[in-house]
């Protein structure tokens, strides 16, 4: 049985949820992976962000988000930060956070395939140094923030929109 990975860019997500689902849309993680892996064996999925400041009005429930996140089985979350710039503030060292575990443990062999929950066509480059390694790399986004380079390095790309989102809508405990 094929061991999966799943590295998902929780901000490419989020955007994703909102815009595409509905913006207070509340994802159920466990049966979101649960679709992902697809019967094969989960690794483990990793999830990557970055806390938001203090004097965001949307801080606590971010951070109340990311403790749910802690608590479900196999998910690990981490963390890069936001550096403050005339724009607003920007995610700093999430990206590399991310390419760098997806090559880490490809080297080690930890997986079969990864699952890329992303659009960032950056990720492109990564994908074909994992399948030059003989794994297989799949990706998955909305398909208003998908990049087609991305989606077409990897083994495998399929939308996000065809996703049965009412049955992966979190209930009101879940975070």
């Known amino acids: 049985?094929?061991?999966?990975?799943?590295?998902?860019?929780?901000s490419n997500l989020y955007k994703g949820l909102v815009s595409e689902v509905a913006s207070d849309y509340r994802l159920d993680f466990v049966r979101f992976i649960e679709l992902l892996?697809?019967?094969?064996?989960?690794?483990?999925?990793?999830?990557?962000?970055a806390p938001?400041?203090?004097?965001?009005?949307?801080?606590k429930a971010h951070q109340s988000f990311l403790n749910y996140l802690r608590r479900v089985p196999y998910v690990s979350v981490r963390l890069g930060r936001l550096e403050r710039r005339a724009e607003g503030f920007v995610e700093k060292g999430v990206d590399i956070q991310l390419a760098v575990d997806m090559l880490r443990l490809a080297y080690a062999r930890a997986f079969d395939v990864a699952i890329l929950v992303s659009g960032d066509?950056?990720?492109?480059?990564?994908v074909r140094v994992i399948?030059?390694?003989g794994m297989q790399v799949e990706n998955t986004t909305f398909h208003a923030?998908?990049?087609?380079?991305?989606?077409?390095?990897?083994?495998?790309?399929?939308?996000?929109?065809?996703?049965p989102w009412d049955q992966l809508r979190a209930q009101a405990s879940e975070g």
């Open 1 to 10: 049985m094929e061991k999966v990975a799943i590295f998902i860019d929780g």
């Open 37 to 49: 892996v697809a019967g094969r064996r989960l690794l483990r999925a990793y999830y990557y962000n």
């Open 52 to 59: 938001l400041p203090p004097e965001d009005p949307a801080a």
């Open 121 to 126: 066509g950056d990720f492109a480059e990564v």
């Open 131 to 133: 399948q030059d390694m």
């Open 145 to 163: 923030l998908s990049s087609y380079r991305l989606a077409q390095q990897a083994d495998r790309f399929y939308p996000l929109d065809d996703f």
